[in-house]
Structures are given as C-alpha cells and as structure tokens.
C-alpha cells in the first residue's frame, strides 16, 4: 500500500540532499534563505502493478541576486543529473524509480523571485 507522506519524505531528502532545502507545497515562511526547492502537484494514478505518481519540484531564488538566473540553471541541471533514473525507497514498504520530464521557467511579476519548474514522474513498487 502506498504511503504518500513517506514517498515525500524521501523525495524530500533526496532533493535537499542535491540541491537545497526542499519544502511540500509550499515554501514555510519568509525566514526562507534562497534558493530552495519545493515539490508539488503530486498526481497517482493507479497501475495492475504498483503506482505512477506525477509532481512537480519548483526551484526558487532571488532575483535581486545577479547571479540568480544562472545559479538556478545550475541547480536545475544537478537536479536533472542526479534525479533521474534515482531509486528511492522505504524498506519493507516500496521503492520508486524517479524520471525526468521537463523544465520550464516561470515567470513571477509581483515577487522578486527567480522560478523554474521541472516535471517528473516516478513508477512506484511495493515490496
């Protein structure tokens, strides 16, 4: 049975372990240091065996910060190398093989923040 909640966390710790801190939904407040990353959008779709599960991880910074643009293409291209094809999992519980899908750039009018945001997917498996 998939645990949603245990799947973020490890989602979770697996991001922040490559790129930044990682928040689910939403960033928690402005005590926030950038960049930072943020996943959301989790979509499960039930399959004969396992699950598929779409999100979205939004990467955030400063964009009063020169080098904003560039650190954010940067972090983005860590995340791509070290995200895709990543297997995470909770022993016992499932594993999850992670792909990449997109990346897109976002643009922020009322904020001085720099956003990207990445798709991806990952098929789940039980164990």
């Not at 699950?51 to 009063?64: G, L, M, N, P, R």
């Not at 995470?88 to 990207?116: N, Y």
Request: glycine share 6%.
């Amino acid at each position: 049975m998939f645990n949603t909640s245990e799947f973020i966390a490890e989602l979770s710790k697996a991001v922040s372990e490559l790129i930044s801190p990682t928040y689910y939904e939403e960033a928690l407040s402005k005590n926030n240091k950038f960049p930072y990353a943020v996943i959301s959008g989790i979509h499960i779709t039930d399959l004969d065996d396992g699950d598929w599960t779409s999100f979205y991880i939004d990467v955030w910074a400063d964009e009063k910060d020169p080098t904003a643009t560039e650190q954010l293409e940067g972090l983005c291209d860590t995340l791509r190398n070290g995200l895709t094809n990543k297997v995470i999992f909770v022993p016992g519980k499932f594993g999850a093989h992670i792909g990449f899908e997109s990346q897109d750039d976002r643009t922020e009018a009322e904020f001085d923040l720099c956003h990207r945001r990445t798709s991806w997917s990952a098929r789940i498996f039980y164990n």
